[in-house]
C-alpha cells in the first residue's frame, strides 16, 4: 500500500512563497507521475502540477510561472515551490501518486494565503 505524507502547509501573505513536501513510502520511479492537486472550498479538486517518470513536469494554466515542482528520488520526496501566492491559491493541497490504473493521494495540507 502506498503512503504518501504531505507537509509544509501554512499561513502566507499575498506575494509570499511555500513550500509543500511530499514524502512516498515507495520508490517513486515506481509511479507513472507524481503530482500536486488542491481543493478550495465548495469548488471541485483542481490540477496544479505533476512531474512524470521521466522527470517532465506540466502545471494547471493558474498557477503557470509561479509554482515549480521537483523530486529528490533517493529521498523518495516530491516538492511543489510555490511563489507569488494569491488569495485564491488558498485551498487544501493533496500529493497525488499514478501507477498503472491507480490513483494514490496524501492526507492533505492546508494553505491559506491572507493579509
Known amino acids: 500500500q502506498v503512503q504518501l505524507v504531505e507537509s509544509g502547509g501554512n499561513l502566507v501573505q499575498p506575494g509570499g512563497s511555500l513550500l509543500l513536501s511530499c514524502a512516498s513510502s515507495w520508490n517513486i520511479f515506481e509511479f507513472n507521475s507524481m503530482g500536486w492537486y488542491r481543493q478550495a472550498p465548495g469548488k471541485q479538486r483542481e490540477f496544479v502540477a505533476k512531474?512524470?517518470?521521466?522527470?517532465?513536469?506540466s502545471y494547471g494554466d493558474s498557477v503557470k510561472g509561479r509554482f515549480t515542482i521537483s523530486r529528490e528520488v533517493p529521498m523518495k520526496m516530491v516538492y511543489l515551490q510555490m511563489t507569488e501566492l494569491k488569495p485564491e491559491d488558498t485551498a487544501v493541497y493533496y500529493c497525488?501518486?499514478?501507477?498503472?490504473?491507480?490513483?494514490?493521494w496524501g492526507q492533505g495540507t492546508q494553505v491559506t494565503v491572507s493579509s
Open positions: 512531474i512524470t517518470h521521466g522527470g517532465t513536469p
Open positions: 497525488n501518486a499514478k501507477v498503472l490504473q491507480s490513483d494514490y
